[in-house]
């Protein structure tokens, strides 16, 4: 099992910033390989979405139980169906205030790849493919989340 | 310039993260490529430390300001005498209580490579070096304090 933890300091108040993280359905309007979001369940704390995602050209699904802590602005998600060469997949977001502005924003990891289907790739093979996805994703990932809480900043500054 | 973040989950609590960071003379017995501390100056807030440090089998000094924020738990620095390949180097620890039992510690760096004297290495060079000593260094040094503040909560569980 690998772990992994990602962080971006956001020029935004963490209000903000959770705003965008608990949006599950605006995902593809942040995250450009995200295609589309279906929320299945939803309660309080807790919802269970299948994503649609780009991956080297091909439409991924899986889906995933978030459990949403808002007092400590904290989504726990977790892959229920996972995606082909993923054994599992599991994390955080978290939101720290940084003084008023600013936000620290966390994303981490905890996963383990599988052999896919169709005996093209070994499991060394498969977890380098995923260690160097989760690398490439989370930067994409923070940043996309930071560019949309900058940019929600900028809007409430001019309007 | 160059920014770079990194952050690792701490087992214990922020206050004990933060004993760790704020106690400068005892980075040589945590981080092992530090050879020695010197305080030059302390009044309340700020530090100004000469650091002592083994780069590639070669002992590399250099002089930090330490502006201490104990309130937000963060302590800035900036070298006022740089190492021979650093332009400018200067960041922030951040300590974020994450829980009553966890902390999110953070690392930050801004800098910027310079042409060593001696003329062995281009900009381009120097540049490299330095974003790979940057990236490696941060690693081992959030790493390091977590293992000295978990280690701390162990002695405070068994005494």
């Known amino acids: 099992m690998h772990h992994a933890e990602h962080t971006v300091t956001v ?3 963490v209000d903000l910033v959770w705003e965008v993280l608990v949006d599950v359905e605006g995902y593809p309007a942040i995250f450009p390989p995200t295609q589309g979001v279906e ?3 939803s309660r309080p704390g807790q919802q269970i979405v299948r994503l ?3 991956v080297n050209g091909e439409i991924v699904s899986w889906t995933s139980q978030r459990d949403i802590d808002a ?7 977790r892959q229920l169906e996972t995606a082909p060469i993923v054994q599992h997949m599991a994390g955080d977001w978290r939101a720290f205030p940084f003084g008023p502005d600013r936000t620290q924003l966390v994303l981490t990891h905890d996963f383990a790849a599988r052999v896919p289907p169709g ?3 070994d499991l060394e093979q498969a977890d380098r493919m995923l260690l160097a996805a989760v690398e490439r994703n989370s930067t994409a990932d923070i940043e996309a989340v930071k ?4 940019r ?3 809007v409430a500054v001019a309007s």
Chains 1, 2 share one sequence.
Do not use: S
């Open 11 to 13: 020029d935004a108040p």
């Open 39 to 41: 929320i299945l369940q």
């Open 52 to 54: 649609d995602v780009e």
């Open 71 to 77: 007092e400590r602005r904290v989504i726990a998600y």
């Open 119 to 121: 005996g093209q790739l």
């Open 147 to 150: 560019g949309e809480a900058e």
């Open 152 to 154: 929600r900043v900028g």
